[in-house]
């Protein structure tokens, strides 16, 4: 009874389905290197976007459902390095030079805004989310970009998708330093890269900055009776975020092997909130180790979900889809119920 309170049954029924999920695959004789070879790639190319929620929480702001300012930095930020003629990795450390100036503006402006709804932090989140990603959309049909790889062929704007490819970014972490482990594929520059980004913020969590965000967050008063200024911490978390937003689009693009634009970030903020909230986390307390748990989860039933199902509706071909759309649904059902009741 004790574990059931702890976890929650919620949360108990989704690691339940979770292995369901893994025997089922045993059972059935699917490619289990095949799947966990796909399983680490979705979980590195998705980690840092899971991550970019933690700061968020810390502070105080809650859940960051307007992750997608941040999502929309690292897209400017790597289009503009596409604009010159760089290759692999110069082209993609370039994009997170042009994104993390860009993401820290936002993320300030973002964070001083949120100061003044406090209370309504996360409806104000959602709204300014969605907002920006129409507004780009309108950025995008007149951006200035010139590369004909990105461009439209005629008239101006850039294209909905634009392919990595040609620049050698594509699957660049993923590829570099990888190895096998009989026919299981170790993307370890992406894995690398992603703990790297965890200890860089566990880093600061325990720095004198990083104590006193902890503490705004869990209790603003104190921390003001303490000598906190609670509203520069929220403002440092809301660009900590934006900035883990923008570099984790950039490793998500580069894994996926394309920029996705216009309805690409829509529900980005979405999955990654729900994944860190299936991990472990509450609307006022998160850490690292929810966040890992969480993408570990989500990714991995989506990973496994899909031919699973296949299998069992070989009849009915697009069963499998419906199947993980549903599933993705649910759990994000369950995040957003988190929510609403104010968490665990």
């Known amino acids: 009874m004790n574990i059931i309170t702890a976890v929650s049954v919620p949360r108990l029924i989704i690691i339940s389905f979770f292995i369901f999920l893994c025997v089922m695959a045993v059972i059935l004789k699917l490619s289990i290197s095949e ?23 810390t502070c105080g702001t809650g859940p960051n459902f307007g992750l997608s300012l941040g999502i929309c930095c690292g897209l400017v930020g790597g289009l503009t390095a596409m604009e010159f003629e760089l290759n692999a990795y110069t082209n993609f450390f370039a994009a997170i030079a042009f994104s993390i100036p860009l993401a820290v503006i936002v993320g300030l402006g973002h964070g001083l805004v949120l100061n003044k709804v406090k209370g309504s932090e996360m409806m104000f989140n959602i709204f300014i989310g969605w907002s920006v990603v129409s507004i780009m959309k309108v950025f995008w049909l007149v951006a200035p970009f010139r590369n004909p790889e990105m461009a439209w062929p005629i008239g101006r704007g850039v294209r909905v998708t634009i392919a ?85 689009i950039l490793v998500y693009a580069q894994s996926f092997g394309f920029y996705q ?41 989506l990973v496994i979900s899909m031919p699973v199902f296949n299998v069992f509706t070989q009849d009915m071909a697009s069963m499998g889809e419906i199947a993980r759309v549903v599933i993705t649904n649910g759990i994000i059902l369950y995040a957003l119920t988190q929510i609403v009741t104010g968490g665990e």
């Open 261 to 301: 634009l216009y309805e690409g970030p829509h529900f980005m903020p979405i999955i990654a909130v729900a994944a860190i909230l299936i991990g472990g986390a509450s609307i006022k307390k998160a850490s690292i180790l929810n966040v890992i748990v969480g993408v570990i989860l989500f990714q991995g039933i």
């Open 35 to 57: 799947l966990l070879s796909s399983s680490l790639v979705r979980i590195g190319m998705n980690g840092i976007l899971v991550l970019a929620i933690l700061p968020s929480i």
């Open 164 to 248: 990595l490819l040609n620049r050698e970014v594509a699957q660049l972490l993923n590829n570099t330093l990888s190895f096998k482990i009989g026919d299981i594929t170790i993307p370890t520059g992406l894995w690398l890269f992603f703990l790297l980004c965890c200890f860089l913020v566990w880093l600061f969590l325990r720095s004198k900055t990083g104590i006193a965000m902890q503490a705004a967050g869990d209790n603003p008063r104190f921390a003001e009776a303490a000598g906190i200024n609670v509203d520069r911490q929220r403002v440092i978390g809301t660009v900590l975020s934006s900035i883990l937003g923008a570099v984790g």
